[in-house]
């Protein structure tokens, strides 16, 4: 079972302030108490731990970006990512219910909202009365988002929602949605992002019509359900931001969203790269320690560096983030580094466990399953490679 420590198992290249180590410290003290110990039964119930989300609500964890003036706890995005990890390391599903939640739906709103939205619907997710979903994948439409097609038509006082969504985290569960649709066909000599509106919707709307939460590989306690719009009515006053402009809008939270990826596949990686360790040094093979063959030592050395190395691009993206910077590249390099180094060093340790790693009571291979979807969401592996590309070759291209 996997047991954080009251120390940081990583030294830290800057000091906590009381404040963070306050809310760190209660956050460790919280998922060695009450997360740990039913990790591995939530991965078999695949139930969604409701009463454990509202907990992570008291403790500041599900406003971690909002402003305490509507009972957030305003932390810079270095911290959010340090939570983030923390809870990865111990909990995949958990930390991907926080993770969306924090950066897509209550993101959104943080990123485009006017004072009045913030007012209206920021207070009650932070404390996480509502939790928050964030619909922009589609059937037809995953990689290339601007291709989405549900509508909303603008009838002055309310837009009619119609269309469908997949793969949607906290699809069933969430009290606030934020949905990405079309309010306008793409015009002739326009890229199609032109046209798309984004819109707070209440989870108690008629119209909003929730499927079957899918069976997946990993993250099994996370809920991933699929949306349907029937002529969904949504007041003109919850419209997100500029109509038709919203996929800049949708980029720069995705943006935010990589750098809470990237520490969640760091956060996994880590917690396999504990167990391995440990084991790696009680187990005896040939009359000794497997720690002492270089071919076990050296995935242990590949696993800290990669998972170092990932971390250190996480702390440039909420650098630039968070000083108002570019950061868009920064976050898809942290985020193909995170996940893959995770997804890694959770298959490492399977193979330094041996047939104990492929046994669920050794908990790497959850890790390894629950790590493998941050090579998929919020931007594939290789839409990070493309993104990257572009930018890089932009500078030698006359
Ligand atoms: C557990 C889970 C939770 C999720 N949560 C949410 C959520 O809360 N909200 C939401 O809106 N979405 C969510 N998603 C959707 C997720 O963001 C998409 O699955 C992802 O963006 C990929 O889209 P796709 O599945 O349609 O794959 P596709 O875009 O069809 O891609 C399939 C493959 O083709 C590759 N590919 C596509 N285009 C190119 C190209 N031009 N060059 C090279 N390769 C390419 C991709 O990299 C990938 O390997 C979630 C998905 C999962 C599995």
Redesign the pocket.
């Known amino acids: 079972m996997t047991t954080p420590s009251n120390e940081w198992t990583e030294p830290l290249w800057f000091d906590l302030t009381g404040e963070q180590k306050v809310l760190l410290g209660s956050l460790k003290d919280f998922l060695k108490a009450e997360v740990a110990p039913g990790a591995r039964a939530r991965d078999k119930s695949a139930k969604f731990p409701i009463e454990l989300v509202s907990k992570l609500g008291q403790l500041g964890i599900l406003g971690m970006q909002v402003p305490e003036q509507y009972g957030g706890a305003e932390l810079d995005t270095l911290t959010t990512a340090l939570i983030i990890e923390e809870i990865a390391a111990v909990d995949g599903s958990l930390c991907?219910t926080v993770a969306?939640h924090n950066s897509?739906c209550t993101g959104h709103i943080l990123h485009a909202g006017t004072p009045l939205q913030h007012k209206d619907w920021l207070p009650d997710l932070a404390s996480g009365k509502s939790l928050g979903?964030?619909?922009?994948?589609e059937p037809g439409?995953?990689?290339?988002?601007a291709a989405l097609q549900t509508r909303a038509e603008d009838f002055g006082d309310y837009f009619l929602i119609n269309g469908s969504?997949?793969?949607?985290?906290?699809?069933t569960v969430a009290g606030t949605y934020v949905l990405i649709a079309r309010t306008d066909p793409a015009r002739q000599g326009h890229h199609y992002s032109d046209g798309i509106s984004a819109f707070v919707v209440e989870g108690s709307s008629s119209g909003l019509l929730r499927g079957k939460p899918?069976e997946?590989l990993g993250?099994k306690s996370?809920d991933?359900t699929p949306l349907s719009f029937e002529n969904l009515k949504v007041p003109a006053e919850n419209l997100l931001g500029n109509r038709g402009q919203a996929f800049k809008d949708v980029m720069e939270v995705l943006n935010g969203g990589r750098i809470g990826i990237a520490a969640m596949g760091i956060g996994l990686g880590r917690g396999a790269l504990e167990i391995a360790a440990k084991y790696a040094l009680e187990r005896q093979q040939f009359g000794k320690s497997i720690s002492t063959n270089q071919a076990v030592s050296f995935k242990i050395a590949e696993m800290a560096l990669e998972l170092e190395a990932a971390r250190l691009l996480v702390a440039k993206a909420a650098a630039l983030k968070d000083a108002g910077r570019d950061y868009s590249v920064a976050a898809s390099m942290a985020k193909l580094k995170g996940s893959v180094a995770g997804v890694q060093a959770c298959d490492y340790a399977i193979q330094i466990l041996g047939g104990y790693g492929y046994i669920q009571d050794y908990e790497v291979e959850r890790m390894w399953r629950d790590a493998r979807?941050t090579r998929?969401?919020?931007?594939?592996?290789?839409?990070q490679h493309?993104i990257i590309a572009r930018d890089y070759l932009k500078r030698f291209q006359s």
């Open positions: 991907l969306s897509l979903a964030w619909g922009l994948t439409s995953g990689s290339d988002a969504k997949v793969f949607i985290t906290q699809g899918e997946k993250l996370s991933t979807l998929i969401g919020e931007g594939t592996d290789e839409v493309m």
